[in-house]
């Protein structure tokens, strides 16, 4: 906050649009120091939130059936939309599927959302059917996805901006993955004006 005020209130009245993910931190400080501008939650964020659920259902079934291959080897499918497989992809999936019920579900409930957040949907249009995915998520009773859905139900507003202002964090989390590299490659930096001017070489 003490960083965005130094600037001035013009410059902070001036910021029309602000994303982030939902940290309430980020939220609370968009909040106070940003009073004009719409906050929109990140939609990669978001259905980061949501792939974990995926995930967790993924880890319970090869914990219970370590036996099983059919749920070896499926993770970062899981992670794809389901028109982004090629067919043996889907072959696979669907082999899992057929064992485990609850996991499909999730995998297409997840689908439906991303669709969602495809489309040219205005707000208004959004909200309700936002609101019909949520009816339906809530009936296969899962508490990881109630977890979810809660997350979603409370930050709704800033979740909804999306369709109104189609931004997202992609540039900055491509930037701070570009600097964690750095990093790594680097095996850490004891002088941080030579850390800046690696970072600063790399955007030139």
Request: some cysteine.
């Given at each position: ?41 990140d939609r ?63 995998y297409f ?96």
């Amino acid at each position: 906050m003490a960083y965005f005020r130094a600037r001035g209130s013009d410059f902070c009245l001036k910021i029309e649009v602000f994303s982030c993910d939902l940290w309430d931190g980020f939220l609370a400080t968009a909040k106070a120091v940003f009073p004009n501008a719409a906050i929109v939650a990140d939609r990669f964020h978001v259905f980061k939130l949501l792939t974990h659920v995926l995930d967790k259902e993924r880890k319970k079934l090869r914990h219970e059936f370590k036996n099983d291959d059919n749920y070896k080897a499926i993770k970062w499918l899981l992670f794809k939309p389901w028109e982004s497989l090629n067919d043996k992809q889907k072959r696979t999936l669907l082999r899992a599927f057929r064992k485990a019920k609850m996991l499909q579900q999730l995998y297409f409930t997840k689908n439906e959302l991303r669709n969602i957040f495809e489309s040219d949907y205005s707000k208004q249009q959004a909200r309700k059917i936002v609101e019909q995915w949520i009816l339906q998520a809530k009936s296969l009773k899962h508490n990881l996805l109630d977890s979810f859905i809660n997350t979603l139900e409370r930050h709704f507003e800033s979740i909804l901006y999306f369709f109104t202002h189609r931004v997202s964090n992609g540039i900055v989390e491509g930037v701070n993955n570009v600097i964690k590299a750095i990093k790594r490659n680097g095996f850490g930096f004891r002088n941080f004006d030579n850390f800046k001017l690696k970072i600063q070489c790399q955007f030139l």
